[in-house]
DNA sequence: GTCTATACAAGGATAGAC
DNA sequence: GTCTATCCTTGTATAGAC
């Protein structure tokens, strides 16, 4: 592991622990066994160190989410993992810093800041989204294709509420206690499939009180 | 206005505006016009000034909320305002502090900060939250009783996902700049409506196609 | 490339006069 | 209650020896 990535493993580990406020040069010195002075031999300054920790967790999170989905064959496990997936990414983040699963981070927090503090960050983030909504838009696409999606339902509404949910559940998580993930995340990744598919629309509509029973398929 | 006061509205403004962290005793100081040390004679430190502010923030929307509600008279109407108010709420404190709409503040890590530090203020954000779920459930429950909407949708999983989508909103919108507020947000809330209305299903139903159509209703 | 030493500014907080 | 002056710590960043 070189110098400069000793710095970037042991600022990320801070700066998503601790915010970025928190996260001292003095900090990441300690932490990294690399003395201050020489954290400006590699980097410009904090902030030099800080978006290149922002550049690494967007790659990464969009590595992992591609390569999640490339097993997969038919539109209902590409979105279901896709929600658990980025979830995943972030709980393992969780773990892998606090030795707990739950314990929220601050994914968010940075991107805020970095967005706030340059242009082509916020591009970059803009980036990493539209990629998200356009994986989402071509596994519905897909799913409206082979009867499989309800092809009247405008695609990218439902990409935008798909992410909504997923970045709500994240946000709730850090400050609602009564949200323990396991029990809502659950629930919460079924009802975005049952509610969009035609099988569970044609299977309700098998019994009695067809409408009320088809609504209710959708669980929402 | 009191002096107690004073320092209050000034410190809400930079804590939303900048955040915690970049919110110090010297800018405090200079905006209020009252003197460092004449802080410390008012409250105890930083932190005292900081769950004052939090304290107010959590009061206030709770009683927008409340007051919202309180000339209204059927659940499709509750369960619409609710929303709007909610973003109302967070909308106006940002023209207020922005003069911009839609430029985002720090309101959830504000939340965070406080949960991180105080006990007592992780539980008044849960009280918040659970008094947000409540204040959905008993819409829906109300909204059963009336056969307005479908009854066997779990109620908590959907109070849930109300605030789920709601959060997630708010969240993105600080960081995804193809979020235009107007545009998504109306999508957003008359979604929920429909997804859960019993008179969307039958309308639907009287028509051609009713599976795929009922759905559809549900625009999800 | 890495270190010790240091500059300089700004943070939170207090002493004590008025 | 409010102020001026000050304390102490810590932040980012650089100079310059090795």
């Known amino acids: 592991m070189s110098t400069k990535d000793k710095i970037i493993a042991s600022s990320l580990k801070n700066f998503l622990t601790k915010g970025y406020e928190n996260t001292t040069m003095n ?27 922002i550049g690494y967790l967007l ?3 969009e590595h992992h989410i591609e ?35 739950s314990k929220p981070l601050n994914f968010h927090q940075m991107l805020k800041v970095g967005s ?6 916020r591009e970059r983030i803009d980036q990493y989204y539209d990629f998200l909504k356009d994986t989402i838009m071509e596994i519905i696409d897909e799913g409206k294709k082979e009867k499989l999606i309800v092809n009247n339902i405008n695609t990218d509404i439902l990409a935008f509420q ?20 396991n029990k809502i995340r659950n629930q919460l990744r079924d009802s975005i499939w ?15 009180s067809t409408i009320t029973k088809t609504f209710l398929g959708a669980r929402w």
Do not use: M, W
Request: hydrophobic share 35%.
């Open 27 to 53: 900090l990441i010195a300690a932490e990294s066994g690399i003395k201050k002075a020489s954290l400006y031999y590699h980097y410009k300054n904090k902030e030099d160190i800080f978006i290149t920790c």
């Open 59 to 61: 790659d990464s999170i």
């Open 67 to 101: 390569s999640s989905q490339s097993e997969l064959d038919n539109p209902k496990d590409k979105i279901l993992t896709l929600f658990s997936s980025i979830i995943e990414f972030n709980t393992n983040l969780a773990y892998r810093y606090n030795k707990n699963y």
């Open 116 to 121: 706030s503090k340059f242009i082509f960050v």
């Open 162 to 181: 798909f992410i909504s949910i997923l970045e709500g559940y994240l946000a709730l998580s850090e400050i609602y206690s009564s949200i323990t993930a």
């Open 194 to 208: 049952s509610s969009i598919s035609i099988k569970e629309n044609l299977q309700n509509a098998n019994k009695k």
